[in-house]
């Protein structure tokens, strides 16, 4: 639903906005009479994170700006673009740079995992999400120091489709909060990328690879796993299976003893190439290979 709210917006007015059930958006006429809008994200059920943006734009990133705890019926967090047309907000819910630090994402999220912790409810998927998350995140942290092996042996093609790999798995593993608020998306994505080139830039330059052993093939196995059974049941996304399994095999023939942990509901496909082009993310070799040649960064 859609609606809008004229500024100055009463501190109840805009708390009846942020703890609605199904009222996501709002636009709010400022003073000068332009236009602002206004959203929201679900952090837990009861603790809503807030955004803004130029509701005019339609490629404009939302800004966060703030929270709501619906159980406590406080904001957190405001910042000035909303402080400024809302009116009746205390110091408390206020943003203050200079004591509350510089990354407001950090103070949102912080927010949220302690409110989790101390009795608030959480999303149903929520619990067996987040360890899925954790599961393959410590996979693609494994691949950056795999990516610096590669180098030193010189496998040009092998890092290409390891780093197109990671990228992928890295945006489709990303909190949910970031399809809104693009700009942090963003920032991790081009952190993670750089930790990524600067492994296969500083064994390029040496000639020795980074430290990798049979726990990190193991941490990128399981990673694999969890990515490759989402794909396979969630998506039937068979391509992007045959990719994990791919780096799957080229990582338990190194390390014979990490091979089991490469499981799950999915079927192994370790074919030298993908040709079945009915299934679902599936392309031809030289559209990969196209794909790959546009990466920058290596």
């Known amino acids: 639903m859609v609606g809008e709210m004229q500024a100055p917006i009463s501190r109840k007015d805009f708390q009846a906005w942020a703890g609605a059930d199904y009222r996501l958006y709002e636009n709010i006429r400022q003073t000068d009479g ?47 673009e909303l402080a400024a047309v809302v009116d009746g907000l205390s110091e408390r819910e206020l943003w203050d740079r200079s004591t509350q630090g510089p990354n407001l994402l950090q103070l949102v999220t912080s927010y949220a995992k302690n409110a989790a912790e101390h009795g608030y409810k959480t999303q149903p998927y929520a619990e067996v999400y987040d360890q899925h998350e954790r599961t393959v995140r410590a996979g693609l942290n494994a691949m950056t120091a795999y990516a610096g092996v590669l180098a030193s042996r010189g496998e040009e093609d092998a890092i290409l489709e390891l780093r197109d790999l990671a990228m992928y798995m890295r945006e489709f593993w990303q909190d949910f909060l970031y399809s809104i608020y693009e700009k942090a998306g963003a920032r991790m994505e081009r952190q993670y990328s750089e930790k990524f080139d600067q492994a296969v830039t500083a064994a390029r330059a040496s000639g020795q690879p980074p430290a990798f052993n049979t726990e990190k093939a193991r941490a990128i196995l399981r990673g694999l796993s969890i990515h490759a059974e989402e794909e396979s049941v969630g998506n039937e996304n068979l391509y992007s299976v045959w990719r994990c399994s791919r780096l799957a095999k080229r990582i338990w023939d190194e390390y014979p003893s990490v091979k089991t ?38």
């Open 261 to 298: 942990a490469f499981c799950g509901n999915f079927v192994v496909d370790t074919r030298e190439q993908y040709a079945d082009l009915g299934s679902t993310g599936s392309v031809s070799q030289p559209e990969q290979q196209a794909k790959e040649m546009e990466m920058g960064g290596i």
């Open 34 to 80: 332009s236009v602002q809008g206004c959203t929201r994200h679900d952090l837990l059920p009861e603790v809503n994170a807030l955004f803004v943006g130029n509701p005019e734009n339609l490629h404009a990133t939302m800004d966060l700006c703030g929270l709501y705890d619906k159980r406590l019926g406080e904001f957190r967090y405001i910042t000035k």
